[in-house]
């Protein structure tokens, strides 16, 4: 089988799906998405010839860049191409607010969330969320540009900073949780591995800031619901983060499309690249 690996770069999960798809016999191609072009009609169709296409990264660019590349997506899965993950999935996911939505309307349990363009508007949120909040990029991952805000005075000049320079203002309600959180790894409606990440001394439990990780059984509830999740927003391939509250009680932090894998392969034993590759491949 002949497998596309789109992403914007050959970085070490790239290289990992490459060694997988070779071990199990198939033959992938690394495609560059800021390198695709297309035409209509007679045109040759972009990503002709493959019998599927893992997204692995949707690198950054302009409105139109990144828009033209999900169309491609889309054009593709329309003429049968398997795209692991949907283009739709993706396009959820890559958007915090859009994911917490589809979260919410599943009856997921998820911290309350507000987004807002006027400082104004976000400082009145601010205090319905508790006044502690944690302020997230609508665009982000591995928890970059992430800030917990706690003081109303460094809320409203932080609000007008992102108002003045036209971001939104995501911020939601900070949940006391005891150190750490959980990672589900799904794939084709199971969780096929789980790790508890432990912060290092901080609030934040991403292993991109210096977390650390063990492995994790989890309960069948708990699957459960990393799999409703997974399911809410459409992904049949998902990293979904559950946050444990004050109470025991679990959130729903973060559904991701793509989601990484080097840390989980190494903390569970097991071979997430080839796992992809085989659902991938059908």
């Not at 495609?31 to 007679?42: C, K, S, W």
């Not at 949907?86 to 309350?112: F, Q």
Request: proline share 5%; aromatic share 6%; hydrophobic share 45%.
């Amino acid at each position: 089988m002949r497998i596309a690996i789109l992403s914007g770069g050959t970085g070490w999960h790239v290289q990992d799906l490459l060694r997988a798809a070779g071990d199990l016999g198939h033959r992938a191609e690394v495609i560059d998405f800021r390198t695709l072009a297309a035409g209509v009609e007679a045109e040759p169709a972009p990503l002709a010839g493959f019998d599927a296409a893992i997204v692995r990264t949707v690198p950054a660019g302009s409105l139109e860049q990144v828009v033209f590349r999900m169309d491609i997506l889309h054009a593709a899965a329309g003429r049968g191409l398997r795209v692991v993950n949907p283009p739709r999935a993706v396009e959820t996911c890559v958007d915090k607010y859009l994911t917490n939505v589809r979260l919410a309307a599943a009856g997921l349990p998820t911290p309350p969330t507000h987004v807002a363009q006027r400082a104004d508007d976000a400082l009145e949120a601010f205090a319905r969320l508790g006044g502690d909040v944690v302020l997230k990029p609508v665009f982000g991952a591995e928890g970059r540009g992430m800030q917990r805000v706690g003081d109303p005075e460094l809320a409203w000049r932080t609000f007008r900073v992102l108002e003045q320079t036209g971001q939104l203002i995501y911020q939601q309600r900070f949940v006391r949780h005891p150190g750490h959180d959980l990672r589900a790894f799904v794939i084709g409606g199971k969780v096929v591995a789980a790790m508890r990440r432990v912060s290092a001394g901080d609030w934040r439990t991403n292993v991109a800031q210096g977390g650390t990780t063990v492995r994790e059984e989890l309960s069948d509830a708990t699957t459960s619901l990393a799999l409703r999740a997974a399911d809410a927003v459409g992904c049949p391939v998902a990293g979904v983060d559950l946050l444990p509250g004050p109470g025991g009680e679990l959130f729903v932090i973060e559904v991701n499309a793509v989601p990484g894998w080097r840390a989980l392969s190494a903390t569970c034993g097991l071979d997430v690249a080839a796992e992809l590759v085989r659902f991938a491949a059908g």
